[in-house]
């Protein structure tokens, strides 16, 4: 059964670093997502990405947040200069078709730790 | 108030048992979805319910929807020690808002 994948798993960093968390999505979908869940609390929703632009982001996903296609299979998430508030784990999703129509199947995830 | 609240926050249970967990939010909604995540890892979906659906099964899992109450419950039936996890309720609003929203979670301990 088609996966979504992360890579790393875990990524330590020091404030102020740049970091990139790769994901693969499921290869035949079109949209694209980050959720990321702070240690104990609920997950919640960074951003989503279709048609290779963004569709619709929260207010986390401030301007030290980009995401990129990089290519037909790779989604990554770039955070510019990490924080120490940016500790958590992220989860990448992806979906056949909207939201609205179609299940979203997560990663994984990937633990970044901020020192 | 947050959109999607679970309740209860923890469960334990005996193995056999079945578990309910209910799951409520505020605004209108396209569908709901229930997610089980096990200590630390990825969500695994569940189950998706529309709004106009009532009631769902898959398994040994049954989820209701009740919109006029914004509610809604999962019942896992004869309980399984694999089934301890956080169980996790979102919702999608509509096109043109279609990230989901997750509740709080509610956590299950199923005891040997």
């Known amino acids: 059964e088609p996966e979504v994948t992360q890579t790393p798993s875990h990524q330590v960093t020091q404030m102020g670093q740049e970091v990139i968390l790769r994901c693969v999505p499921i290869?035949?979908?079109?949209?694209f997502y980050w959720y990321r869940q702070i240690l104990g609390q609920k997950v919640e929703f960074l951003v989503s990405?279709?048609?290779?632009?963004?569709?619709?982001k929260s207010e986390i996903f401030d301007d030290q947040f980009s995401v990129e296609r990089p290519d037909g299979s790779n989604f990554t998430l770039k955070i510019r200069s990490t924080k120490l508030e940016d500790s958590a784990m992220y989860f990448c999703?992806?979906?056949?078709?909207?939201?609205?129509?179609?299940?979203?199947?997560f990663g994984p995830g990937t633990r970044l730790t901020v020192l | 108030s947050q959109q999607g609240e679970e309740d209860p926050q923890a469960l334990s249970i005996q193995e056999g048992e079945n578990a309910t967990m209910n799951c409520s939010y505020k605004?209108?909604?396209?569908?709901l979805q229930w997610y089980r995540q096990n200590s630390g890892r990825g969500l695994v979906h569940l189950i998706l319910?529309?709004?106009?659906?009532r009631e769902k099964h898959s398994g040994r899992l049954r989820v209701t929807l009740d919109t006029s109450k914004k509610s809604s419950s999962l019942l896992i039936t004869a309980s399984r020690a694999a089934d301890t996890a956080s169980y996790f309720c979102?919702?999608?609003?509509?096109?043109?808002?279609?990230?989901?929203?997750f509740g709080t979670g509610t956590r299950l301990t199923i005891i040997p």
């Open positions: 999703a992806s979906s056949a078709g909207t939201g609205v129509t179609d299940t979203q199947y």
């Open positions: 290869s035949n979908h079109l949209y």
């Open positions: 990405f279709y048609n290779n632009e963004i569709s619709e």
């Open positions: 605004t209108s909604i396209n569908n």
């Open positions: 319910i529309r709004s106009n659906e």
């Open positions: 979102a919702t999608v609003i509509n096109f043109g808002n279609e990230k989901l929203t």
